[in-house]
Structure formats: structure tokens, C-alpha cells
């Protein structure tokens, strides 16, 4: 497969980034022509921020599997679509070529249909990272059910608040999954959620652990013995959908600064060209490449760069079933040389976790093989990017600092492997049909160089969301509202005097836990649910290896037993209520928070506490009792 439009040199990255801007139907019609459709589009780009109203290639069908997938068999038909390395180095690995691939989303297709599953219907996923994760999201795709992925870790309570929200009445599930020495009930976390959700049809039942589940009656079944029956039908071809343009290919939850998670809803036109585009470009993949990301597909980065950019342009996906520190800190590394990676995009945090471990478990693995290393998920600081790029690409192989975000569906600023500058820190410069601006403090446009603001994007690209499931006025508000006629990313950002860009971090009261978007206010609602407690608020501090982590003040009138002990509960219900990956990482018990008269929480304050910058904690004139920040400042753990 050869990619026209891969930029080449900087003279075209600057020439392909000017069309996109000034003839964007052109630049972007152009681009679309590459892929397959089922009937052409009748307009390119047709947008209002202002309500919002975005649509790309109106009046277009396709089916993304059909690009994903049968675009390549005559071509590519035995290339490794996916290579599959389980949690346990000792397990044998697994490779299913583009027509291995094919054949089992087909049948897996077919399985959904047998089920009852029909265009349009949403189809809940809950699983593992094994090959039959992509082959459910695959199979989804083909027939036009929308998928919503829910990462492994999320709880009983947030599975069934997402899946309420999108009225899924399929479920895919495993009955468990292994993670590093762990293995986890899947199933059973299911059957917890499903209690309250007594319009879901059907739980399709993955083997992966077999760990004991309990099957209900007339709702739950195996996926093996549905294979089987399709099997007994011979097999049958399943017709991709011709969808729309527009028409949803999945939804994604994700958290923001107020309420529950919101389904951040993608198309299927839009969505194929950006995640592709970018993955081509960004990376710079060549034909033969071993590409090896090891996010997890639960979340967008698994979506957009494990299952549909690279698929989408006929690469190898390396998916991982592990984490990078069990058996140990070379679990990465050993799979980098065993199957000879050319190009791994991981998170700071990973590395800052196995940089921790040190440098002993690189040492011993032939890493010759890696041409180009990529982060995404949180800003990178400069040891762990020095870290990486000595002892992982041995001082040669470009770092891609990939910006992006759930809403945006695919990479926005970055460098070009290879092709446009790194700078360390930075993600430097927009991929073409990207429009940063940097709003200030007044919400006037920062024109100027070496300067910082809040920022947006002026135009669409063909990526960004949609809507948000059932509740367009949210999607409004949330991102199209703050500034008129901009899209507002929840990011600081600072553009120095070249024009390259560096992502400071959140500035709404979202957190980045491990690469993590968790909002604080959802953290806050799962620990007042905890016996006893009275009020809290969540604030994030640096962390050595998650980037930031939750620290929580919490006013609790419960029976005081051990303090300690008082923190392991209140845990565990942050763990029931959201999942593990929302636990506190300190609680702070007060006796009042700092408010302002009109009731508002000061987290000015609470953040500095958190951060240990006791001193300088600005005016406090303002506060309904001041003398709680001394006695914050007093417990400040
Ligand atoms: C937020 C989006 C994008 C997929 C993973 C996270 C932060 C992401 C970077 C980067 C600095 C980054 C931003 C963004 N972020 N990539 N390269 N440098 N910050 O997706 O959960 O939607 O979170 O992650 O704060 O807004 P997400």
C-alpha cells in the first residue's frame, strides 16, 4: 500500500498545511478519494461552531471495515493485520493476517446478527485486550451498530450509568481478563451492572481466564458456541453496511469538569480519513512496519492508533494484553525484540514508571529495530524524554509528542517523524487542517509569539466530535460556548517564537491520572457517598509517576475509628462507585473547607496546599472563615 499523501519534507508539510487552510474541500476531498466509498459526497465540509453543526463528505457512504479489511486482501491478504502478545510471556503470541482478520469479523458479524443486533443499535463492550476486542469493534462497524468500548477498570456503577445513557442492549463481554499477576472478573462486574439494566437483550461471553461465571437464562451466551452455529451456516459473508457519512461509528466516554461522563460521539467518514491521515503522517509508517502501541482500547488512543488508523492503512498492530512491569520492568522491551518493533507510542507515565525501575531492564534487549518512538496522553517532562530517547532510541529514533484528546479523534499538533523538527517538551506544530489559537484572560485572541493562553481550535478538522449521546446542548456548552465561534480544548498552552506549541496541562478541573482523564467533581460525588463523609473536594498534585495525583480533603463526622483505616473505606467506595483508577491517592480529613461567602470552594488554595506551597496562598480576605486554611495547613500531608 502506498500512501499519496504522506508529507515528505518540511517544504511540504508547509505547502499541504497552507492548502488545508485556504481550500479545505479541495485538501480534504483530495485526501478522501483514497479511501473506499459507496457513493462519492456531494459536499466536503459544511460547519457552525455556534450550534454546533458539523458534517464532512455529506452525502457519502461508507463502511469503515470495508477499509479497514476487505480494501486489503487482494494486496495485503497475508500480512500480519494484528500481532496479539499475551499478559504472560509464556503463552504463545498470535498473529491473524488481513484475511484471517476478515474472516472473523465476518463471523463475529454474523454472530451479532443471530443475536438480533441491527444498524443503529448500541452494542456495550467490556473486555480485555485480546484480538477478539478489535474483532467486536470490527464486527460492529461492518453491520452499522455504534460501539461504546468501557475500559476494564471502570466499575459495576460506571458500566451501568454508560450503559443506561446510550441504551445498550448488547453486551460484550470475556468472563475475565489477566493483567500482570492479576486477573480480573469480568463477567461478574457485568452481572453487577446489569442490575439495574433490565432492558439489555443479550451478553455475548468471550473465554479468555475461565474463571467461574454464572450464566443467566435467555440473556447471556457463549461467544464460542455462537461461532459455532455460524459455523454450522457455513460461514457466510457479511455485506458491509453502506452508512452515511455522519452516521455514528462508536461512542466513547469520556469525563469533563462537572457532572457524569459524557459519550463523545464520532462518525464514520470524518472519523476513518483523520485517524489514518494522522496515523500515516505522524508516524511516517512504512509498508513492512512492526507498529506497537501499548495503550489500552478502552480508551481513544486504543480506538483511534491500535484498531483504526493503522488498520485502516493496511499496517501491523501489535496489541498487548499486559502491563509494562509484570513479570518485570522489561516486559516492553522483551516484545520490542521478539517481534522486532519499528515504531512504539507510549505514555510519560509508562516511562516514567519504567525509568524509575531503571536502566538494567533495557540493558540485554536488541532494540535496533525501533526507527520511531511516539508519547500522547499528558505533557512529557524533559528527564523522561531525555530517558526515552537515550535509552530507547538510542539517541536516533524521532520522539512524535502527540497532542490530542478524546473529542478530537485523532492527533492535532505534533511533529512529523523524521520530517519536521522535535523539540523536546513541545508538541510542536499543527497537523494540516489543524487552527490552534491561544485565548487570554479576557478572552481576546493572542496573536503574538513567546506567549501563553487557553487553547482552541478555529476551524473543524475532520475528526472532531459530533455531539455527545443524547444531549446535543451538553456538547454546546461544554466545548462550543466558552468562546464564540471556537472550540474550546480545556487546555493551557504556551506558543514560543517559532510557533511551536507546548501543552501546559488542564485548566478546567479535569485531572490527567496516569494518561487518565478523571474529573474531579465525579470523584468528589463517589467519596460524599461514603458513610460519614460530609462534603469533599478533589484537587491534583505532582506526581513522580502518574503526572498528578488525587489528592482529596474530606470533612467526615462518622464513627472515628483509625484514621487510616477511615481512608482504606472511603477507597473502596471511590473503587465501587468509579473504579481503582479514581482512588484518592491522599485524604486529608478537615474540619471545614475553604469557601468564599457566596459558598464557593477556594481550590486556588486547596491546590497550593496539595502542591506544598504553603507559603503565598494569595488573598484570603474573601473567605467566610479564613482560619480553616490554617488548619489545612496543619494537616497538609
Ligand atoms: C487530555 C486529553 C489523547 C489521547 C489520550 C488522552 C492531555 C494528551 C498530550 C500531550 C500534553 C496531553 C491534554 C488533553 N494530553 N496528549 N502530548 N501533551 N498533554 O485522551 O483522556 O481525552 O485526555 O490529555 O490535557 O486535553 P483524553
Not at 462537572?258 to 496515523?279: A, E, I, Q, R, S
Request: aromatic letters at 10%; charged letters at 20%; proline letters at 5%.
Amino acid at each position: 500500500m502506498s500512501y499519496p499523501y504522506q508529507i515528505k519534507s518540511i517544504e511540504e508539510y508547509k505547502q499541504q498545511y497552507k492548502k488545508s487552510v485556504e481550500q479545505p474541500d479541495e485538501f480534504w476531498g483530495e485526501i478522501a478519494s483514497h479511501f473506499k466509498w459507496r457513493k462519492k459526497w456531494n459536499k466536503v465540509l459544511d460547519w457552525e461552531f455556534k450550534t454546533p453543526q458539523i458534517s464532512w463528505f455529506a452525502g457519502g457512504q461508507i463502511n469503515v471495515t470495508e477499509n479497514c479489511l476487505d480494501r486489503h486482501l487482494d494486496t495485503l491478504g497475508n500480512k500480519p493485520a494484528l500481532i496479539w502478545e499475551p499478559n504472560n510471556p509464556e503463552d504463545f503470541f498470535r498473529v491473524l493476517t488481513y484475511k484471517e482478520l476478515h474472516f472473523k469479523v465476518n463471523q463475529f458479524a454474523q454472530v451479532l446478527l443471530n443475536n438480533g443486533v441491527k444498524k443503529g443499535d448500541r452494542v456495550c463492550i467490556y473486555m480485555g485486550m485480546i484480538p477478539e476486542l478489535s474483532i467486536a469493534m470490527l464486527a460492529c462497524a461492518r453491520i452499522g451498530a455504534v460501539h461504546s468500548v468501557i475500559f476494564g477498570g471502570f466499575s459495576a456503577q460506571s458500566i451501568a450509568d454508560r450503559v443506561e445513557d446510550a441504551h445498550a442492549e448488547y453486551i460484550v463481554t470475556c468472563d475475565g481478563a489477566y493483567r500482570g499477576a492479576k486477573d480480573v472478573a469480568l463477567k461478574s462486574v457485568i452481572d453487577d451492572a446489569l442490575v439495574r439494566c433490565q432492558f439489555v437483550r443479550r451478553v455475548i461471553v468471550c473465554t479468555r481466564t475461565r474463571i467461574p461465571v454464572s450464566m443467566i437464562k435467555g440473556r447471556d451466551v457463549w461467544w464460542e458456541d455462537e461461532i459455532k452455529k455460524v459455523e454450522t451456516q457455513g460461514n457466510p459473508f457479511v455485506e458491509p453496511v453502506a452508512m452515511e457519512a455522519e452516521d455514528p461509528l462508536f461512542i466513547l466516554y469520556t469525563s469533563g469538569s462537572t457532572g457524569k461522563p459524557k459519550g463523545v460521539v464520532h462518525t464514520c467518514g470524518g472519523y476513518l480519513v483523520w485517524t489514518n491521515y494522522t496515523f500515516v503522517n505522524v508516524f511516517q509508517y512504512k509498508p513492512e512496519e512492526i507498529y506497537f502501541c501499548t495503550a489500552d482500547i478502552g480508551w481513544i488512543t486504543g480506538h483511534s492508533y491500535i484498531v483504526y488508523g493503522p488498520l485502516s492503512a493496511g499496517a501491523t498492530s501489535l496489541i498487548f494484553e499486559g502491563i509494562p512491569t509484570w513479570p518485570d520492568a522489561g516486559r516492553f522491551w522483551e516484545i520490542v525484540e521478539k517481534h522486532k518493533v519499528n515504531i512504539l507510542y507510549t505514555a510519560p507515565t509508562a516511562i516514567r514508571s519504567l525509568m524509575g525501575h531503571g536502566e538494567m531492564f533495557t540493558q540485554g534487549h536488541d532494540l535496533s529495530s525501533i526507527r520511531v518512538l511516539g508519547t500522547v496522553g499528558e505533557p512529557i517532562n524533559l528527564e523522561a524524554w531525555n530517558w526515552y530517547n537515550k535509552y530507547i532510541g538510542n539517541n536516533s529514533a524521532p520522539i512524535v509528542d502527540t497532542w490530542w484528546q478524546t473529542e478530537t479523534a485523532g492527533i492535532l499538533i505534533s511533529n512529523l517523524a523524521g520530517v519536521t523538527p522535535a523539540k523536546p517538551t513541545y508538541a510542536t506544530l499543527p497537523l494540516p487542517g489543524v487552527q490552534p489559537v491561544l485565548i487570554d484572560e479576557n478572552g481576546k485572541e493572542i496573536e503574538s509569539f513567546g506567549v501563553s493562553g487557553n487553547l482552541c481550535m478555529k476551524a473543524p478538522w475532520p475528526g472532531i466530535l459530533r455531539t455527545t449521546w443524547g444531549d446535543h446542548e451538553r456538547c454546546r456548552t461544554t466545548y462550543f460556548a466558552t468562546y464564540a465561534d471556537l472550540y474550546f480544548t480545556g487546555d493551557g498552552c504556551f506558543r514560543d517564537q517559532e510557533g511551536n506549541y507546548r501543552i501546559t496541562g488542564r485548566v478546567d478541573d479535569v485531572l490527567n491520572v496516569s494518561g487518565h482523564r478523571i474529573g474531579t467533581a465525579e470523584v468528589e460525588n463517589a467519596i460524599n457517598m461514603h458513610e460519614g463523609v460530609v462534603e469533599s473536594a478533589v484537587v491534583g498534585y505532582p506526581h513522580d509517576i502518574k503526572g498528578q495525583g488525587i489528592y482529596a480533603y474530606v470533612i467526615y463526622n462518622g464513627t472515628h475509628g483509625d484514621a487510616e483505616q477511615t481512608r482504606n473505606n472511603i477507597n473502596a467506595t471511590v473503587s465501587r462507585i468509579i473504579g481503582p483508577i479514581a482512588k484518592p491517592d491522599k485524604i486529608q480529613f478537615v474540619n471545614g473547607l475553604p469557601k468564599t461567602r457566596s459558598g464557593k470552594i477556594m481550590r486556588r488554595i486547596l491546590r497550593k496546599v496539595a502542591e506544598n506551597e504553603l507559603e503565598n496562598l494569595g488573598d484570603t480576605t474573601t473567605l467566610l472563615d479564613p482560619s480553616v486554611v490554617d488548619e489545612i495547613i496543619q494537616g497538609h500531608i
